[in-house]
């Protein structure tokens, strides 16, 4: 009988799931397994995936929150490669049942944890660490016309950010807040 190479635990949101891969460390490091579509389907996603993304980002920096709209939205498998993020996932959809509710978790290099977000949430995450490395598998590619976000500090999110002066790109400071 063979042992899954990856522990899933379901966070706050429907469909949001913690992947901690299984580890094979030794004196040169370690191992790891990713990404494998078999387990990965008998944990419930069974997405094809399509692009994969990498970005690189310095401490306080803070990426989101971003999605798309359907026809367009993208499944993203997310994964810290290197330093360590504070990762958020936030509901956005104001005909959603768990409209504004968010979780967080924090995703470090050295555990190779992993966060599964269905297309139909928001995605943001800041750098905690000296530096990070982040790399995003996606369900779609980038669709101008279908996208959006919202912004990191939107009262009705209310998310406690483990930052006070984040940096920011042009467009994050832009997006508009939730209606009431």
């Not at 397994?33 to 993304?53: L, P, Q, R, T």
């Not at 995703?107 to 297309?119: A, D, F, V």
């Amino acid at each position: 009988m063979s042992v899954s190479p990856f522990e899933v635990q379901e966070l706050g949101l429907p469909g949001v799931l913690l992947i901690t891969p299984r580890l094979r460390r030794d004196g040169r490091g370690f191992s790891v397994n990713v990404y494998n579509a078999a387990e990965f389907s008998a944990c419930g996603i069974s997405i094809a995936f399509v692009e994969d993304f990498t970005s690189f980002s310095k401490r306080g920096v803070l990426r989101g929150l971003h999605f798309q709209h359907a026809p367009h939205f993208q499944d993203k498998l997310v994964r810290c490669t290197k330093g360590e993020i504070y990762d958020v996932v936030a509901d956005c959809n104001p005909a959603s049942l768990t409209y504004r509710q968010h979780i967080y978790a924090r995703l470090k290099g050295n555990e190779q944890t992993m966060l599964y977000i269905p297309g139909i949430y928001a995605h943001g995450f800041c750098v905690v660490s000296d530096e990070a490395v982040v790399e995003y598998k996606l369900s779609d590619t980038y669709h101008l016309e279908s996208v959006d976000g919202a912004r990191f500090d939107d009262p009705l999110l209310a998310i406690q950010w483990p930052i006070t002066d984040p940096i920011l790109s042009e467009q994050d400071k832009s997006w508009p807040l939730l209606a009431t």
